[in-house]
């Protein structure tokens, strides 16, 4: 059966999105995730439920005697130490430390009664130095946007949050090379160099109104756009750190090569704050493309789904910026939270956002048609939409992006980000919902069940599937039922159990599913030679 | 002044090579580049001077006693371990052992008496256990092209070279991963992936017909296509390493993201055989492009390739896959190897090679065309030609890619590979001119002086300068001269003193130029760490 184009925006026709320095995407982006703010007083979360205590929740995790408990004469030192009095809260008004207790999804709450907000890196210096002496543990945290409770306490270890080193350093404008501060926010640092020369940060995720820099570097963040510019074992240049005995390393390099020694810096990238605190970051970015379009397809099945991703790759091949696929679950969750029409009039069992990005409106364009075209003739799309403007390219992505939050309103979700090998990506949600409601567990349409759905999306260009198991409440049988068995999974695959949102707490007890004995091995033995005290970010990571 | 494009190839024309799977440039870039070979029997040398022995040219450098050294014994126990006779090679033919013991440059020569060539993973495993258990110093080899003396014995150092392990071990061709065996051919790792799904290995360089993927990976080579796809620390998805203890570390991961622990392997990438072994890569492969074209520009100066640079990245972006420049006494001494037409009729102070690369060969072009033309009228160019099929592409690639060996045919060359800011990039070469000229060593016409002339080239993409100093004799006042002052006016731009060569024997002592202490501290730490009793390429790297 061949069928035209047909969708509410477009009849057979496709146009560039042809924004130039004017696009203005992301702005909007963070409009709507208002959610991600920064704000304290603003912010909202994933779950409408409080958290309870992570040391409540998950009580068979004991605090470790070793560290010492916060004095009156600590904080006195930590003040002379910081100085200013607007870079030290405490538990004068306990309100005023939830935002740096909790984690966004609320599924972990730290009892911290301090958080430090040093100005410069010697300041950091000189509290992880006094942390080391009085065996005082404490928790590095970024915008604290993380998913895995990486970035809050699990009791009363310190915060030392990097919000206040907030400043650009330098930005090359022939070389594309930005330096700055770890604090300074993602969108901020993308429009400073988007003004500044028209490039562009190469990485791109949802929170990027609220997350830092260096939280994107130390956690190894992936996103929307790994797809076109690699990871940041590629595109970090330099980083500076203060280890955990207080020392700076400082590795602010500004070269795309440099070939003398190990790449130090590569240890802190991934590493989750147990090792160093990253103070400030040196990067590549590439040049900003002149031209965005997105499409957003119809599929029948995730085997076509595989299929439009190969023809993608080599017929749009250095202009595939995003392919991103959701299923038909996913969409109907999000319709709860977007108000715009959907792109597509029927329904379909998969769905395929695909985003070009180049430096030529017209030859963009052009090979998106022909691909369209011929995917559609092909029978190996349904129906498919491409934007025409501004506002239709932010209203596809949105349908997207959208999804994380669209997946707890619910009640609250189980998430799981795992990389799998493409053909085996989709069976794991296959399996589990088979296995949910096998169990009884799970129902779109009985309230009476702890589980709505699990549902499947992702970026299928980087093999990463995020599992999302949007529940009504969250109880122990639904958990029993999903862990270890999505590990096991995975790993059954030679997968990985966490893609891109690292270990943090919920993954600590789990690493062995992706990694070798050996290589938990030098993992750990690492971690103790940097931090032998073990005062960065406890009970985490391994 | 104004001019029209002109050139003995093409007059105001661009025409795209679009040589789709047919292309077969690299097949003749190795035929070019033969005296890489890796038959022994027809291996060529950079220098005509058959090397002096290490030892007695840096006579300074003291054998250390706490290496054992070889008995019968030891080479029995090796023989039990590798079985087949022709894995080892003794001194009974002492000639066998020259390819082993000389690096390229002749500058280097070891007197290893043994070259072990295991041929499983396992076998690496048990001959490093041994040596480790008797204190025998080993290198490891791979396709012995390194240009800093990284990959020969200094003294009697067992040569552990990996050539036997040789095998593709997988290719996924929907995800462009590719797993083999470090011993693998770089050039037949490329034809494997082309054949088997139109892939392109994402690292090209002069000596891939020679080179092994361990080998480039050990030494975190750069090359000719950096620009367009990223360091091997993006690329590189997994590897299998043997410890210094006979540790077998498999990372053979293959996965975009992977985000569970420290990413162990970046360790490996660059670290030069000091701290493992690689036996096994995993990378990930980008879609073979289906047009290439290349233009040779001719340019006043070196401010104006910067400017041509500059617009090359905003217009030609995401195709744009090499920008490499040379100066005019580069192209001088390449004539010497070259019997095809200059690519320009007239002489300039610069010329820049600009390679596309991309998926459609209209597109491509047109992109070149505007390109080239606004340039020109901007007199930015002052001629230039572009490649209208295959065989052009290749000669104009060769008056690039023939510069290294036409550097040495006068006698010998220092070779200088080094970052600097893009500003600087050029600089480095006037002064040293300057300075050797004021010492009276250099002429190009005195035959009686010791230095030729020193030129520049190299990734002006990657800030990567080569700067060779083409000499008539080796001589300890030109290096005097040289030396170390070539470092200081790196190390005071914030520069690397190795882009992509590497440290080797050649560099081990200028680190401090381009690390601060606190790293070089660091990087000496973990060679203790996972090489206390430094068997692993003594003498070298830190």
Redesign the interface.
């Given at each position: 059966m061949l069928r035209r184009f047909v969708s509410n925006n477009q009849v057979g026709k496709v146009v560039a999105a042809n924004v130039a320095k004017s696009f203005t995407k992301h702005q909007t982006q963070t409009l709507a995730l208002k959610s991600w703010s920064t704000l304290n007083a603003k912010r909202t979360y994933a779950s409408k439920q409080p958290p309870r205590l992570t040391s409540e929740t998950y009580s068979y995790v004991k605090r470790d005697a070793k560290y010492k408990q916060l004095t009156p004469t600590d904080v006195e030192a930590f003040k002379t130490i910081i100085g200013s009095k607007g870079s030290i809260i405490t538990d004068e008004v306990p309100s005023d430390l939830d935002f740096y207790n909790e984690d966004w999804m609320r599924k972990y709450k730290g009892q911290s009664k301090l958080v430090l907000k040093p100005t410069t890196t010697e300041q950091v210096s000189e509290i992880v130095k006094y942390c080391n002496q009085e065996n005082l543990a404490l928790v590095p945290q970024g915008g604290n946007t993380g998913l895995v409770g990486g970035s809050v306490p699990v009791f009363d270890e310190i915060i030392l949050s990097v919000a206040n080193l907030n400043k650009i350093r330098s930005f090359?404008n022939?070389?594309g090379i930005l330096k700055c501060d770890a604090g300074v926010i993602l969108e901020t640092a993308d429009t400073y160099i988007k003004e500044n020369g028209?490039y562009i940060f190469p990485l791109d995720l949802g929170a990027k109104g609220s997350c830092h820099v260096g939280g994107v570097v130390a956690?190894?963040a992936?996103g929307l756009r790994?797809l076109r510019y690699?990871?940041l074992?590629?595109?970090v240049l330099g980083l500076e750190v203060v280890l955990p005995n207080g020392?700076?390393?400082?590795?602010m390099?500004?070269?795309?090569?440099?070939?003398?020694?190990?790449?130090?810096k590569?240890?802190f990238?991934?590493?989750e704050g147990t090792?160093g605190i990253i103070t400030g970051v040196s990067i590549l970015c590439p040049?900003r493309?002149?031209a965005f379009n997105v499409s957003f397809l119809g599929v029948e099945s995730y085997e076509m789904v595989?299929k439009v991703?190969?023809k993608a790759?080599?017929?749009?091949?250095?202009?595939l910026s995003a392919f991103e696929f959701m299923d038909n679950k996913s969409l109907k969750l999000t319709k709860s939270h977007i108000s715009s029409p959907e792109p597509l009039e029927g329904e379909h069992p998969f769905y395929v956002l695909i985003e070009t990005s180049?430096?030529?409106a017209e030859?963009d364009s052009?090979?998106l048609e022909t691909f369209l075209e011929s995917s559609f003739e092909n029978e190996l799309i349904l129906d498919g939409t491409v934007s025409s403007n501004e506002s239709e390219f932010k209203n596809l992505w949105s349908w997207r992006e959208m999804i994380p939050e669209s997946s707890a309103v619910g009640g609250g979700v189980y998430k799981y980000d795992v990389?799998l090998?493409?053909?085996d990506l989709y069976s794991l949600v296959e399996a589990v919902n088979e296995r949910l409601e096998a169990a009884g567990l799970s129902s779109d349409t009985d309230a009476s069940t702890s589980v709505i759905s699990a549902i499947g999306y992702g970026?299928v260009g980087?093999?990463?599937l995020h599992l999302n198991v949007a529940v009504r409440t969250y109880s122990k049988e639904v958990e029993k039922c999903l862990e270890p068995f999505v590990y096991e999974f995975v790993s059954s695959k030679?997968?990985?159990?966490?893609?891109?949102?690292?270990?943090g707490f919920q993954?600590k007890n789990y690493?062995a599913y992706?990694?070798?004995e050996?290589?938990?091995k030098?993992?750990k033995?690492?971690k103790n030679?940097y931090d032998p005290k073990g005062i960065f970010n406890p009970y985490k990571?391994?």
């Open positions: 090359d022939i070389s028209n956690t190894n992936g790994l690699g990871s074992h590629g595109s020392e700076i390393m400082n590795s390099h500004a070269l795309r090569k440099d070939n003398t020694g190990y790449d130090l590569q240890l990238i991934g590493s090792i040049p493309p002149n595989q991703f190969q790759k080599n017929e749009l091949g250095e202009v180049g430096s030529n030859h052009a090979k990389s090998p493409l053909k970026h980087d093999g990463n030679n997968g990985s159990i966490s893609a891109e949102h690292g270990l993954k690493i992706s990694k070798s050996q290589e938990v030098m993992i033995q690492l030679i990571y391994v």
